[in-house]
């Protein structure tokens, strides 16, 4: 396969990093694939977590929220004609809601992967769909695909030692208070918070708060 499209819906950066396991697994089996990255908000492999050096060129079509307006229906398929991209090999949906999967099943491809009702959408069907996207997408393709872990060592030692300083120990409890997705808030509170971090620093030594300065 030479071009892959990695459709994600989720804007924060918890949602992204959900997906290393299975995007260095998919970069590690299609070595010679160039991948792209279609979401509804920031692309963060190109941003906050560049320094993951998991590379993920990103398809832009002018359409704000991709997926989440019916009007995009009308513009998916014209958009991506414009910018010449002709079709991809494989399209990999990571989500599962119905409007968003109908409009992105409108961009050129050949195999369409989605677990939307069940694989419906997928072009190809299989005998089972679990909730391991790599299990599936191996019976999919009808090859075996190594399930893979990033290896923090790879990470520059600029980071790795500013992470020493700031967490010297292990078994550590932290909380994100700030939101990955520019677009939303956090539907907890802060006394929620900390009311959760008070009972768990009765069974643990370590907890921290991850904010943005």
Same mark, same amino acid.
């Given at each position: 396969?030479? !071009?892959?499209?990695?459709?994600? %819906? ?8 959900? *997906? ?8 590690? &089996? ?6 792209? =990255? *279609? ?5 963060? +492999? ?5 320094? =993951?050096?998991?590379?993920?060129? @990103? ?5 704000? =929220? ?9 513009? #998916?398929?014209?958009? #991506? ?12 949906? /990571?989500?599962?809601? +119905?409007? $968003? @999967?109908?409009?992105? !099943?409108?961009?050129? &491809?050949?195999?369409?992967? %989605?677990? @939307? ?14 909730? $391991? &996207? ?18 923090? $060592?790879?990470?520059? !030692? ?22 990955? $997705?520019? =677009? ?12 959760? #971090?008070?009972?768990? *620093?009765?069974?643990?030594? /370590?907890?921290? +708060?991850? *904010?943005?300065?």
């Amino acid at each position: 396969m030479k !071009k892959i499209l990695i459709y994600n %819906s989720g804007g924060g950066l918890g949602d992204s990093i959900q *997906l290393f396991p299975i995007l260095i697994s998919l970069k590690a &089996h299609f070595r010679k694939t160039k991948f792209y =990255y *279609l979401g509804a908000h920031t692309n963060h +492999f190109k941003g906050k977590l560049k320094e =993951y050096n998991i590379e993920l060129e @990103t398809v832009d079509l002018g359409l704000k =929220y991709f997926g989440f307006r019916w009007w995009h229906l009308l513009f #998916a398929n014209k958009r #991506a004609s414009r910018k010449s991209m002709g079709k991809f090999n494989l399209i990999i949906d /990571f989500q599962t809601k +119905f409007r $968003n @999967t109908l409009i992105l !099943k409108r961009l050129p &491809h050949e195999l369409f992967y %989605s677990k @939307t009702f069940n694989g419906y959408f997928s072009s190809k069907k299989i005998k089972s769909y679990s909730l $391991n &996207h790599l299990e599936n997408l191996s019976l999919f393709i009808e090859e075996d695909i190594i399930e893979q872990n990033f290896k923090v $060592n790879k990470l520059p !030692k600029d980071i790795l030692n500013e992470a020493k300083r700031l967490l010297p120990n292990t078994n550590y409890v932290g909380f994100s208070v700030t939101q990955g $997705n520019e =677009y939303r808030k956090k539907s907890w509170s802060i006394y929620k918070f900390t009311s959760l #971090a008070n009972k768990i *620093l009765s069974k643990i030594k /370590f907890l921290f +708060f991850l *904010l943005k300065r």
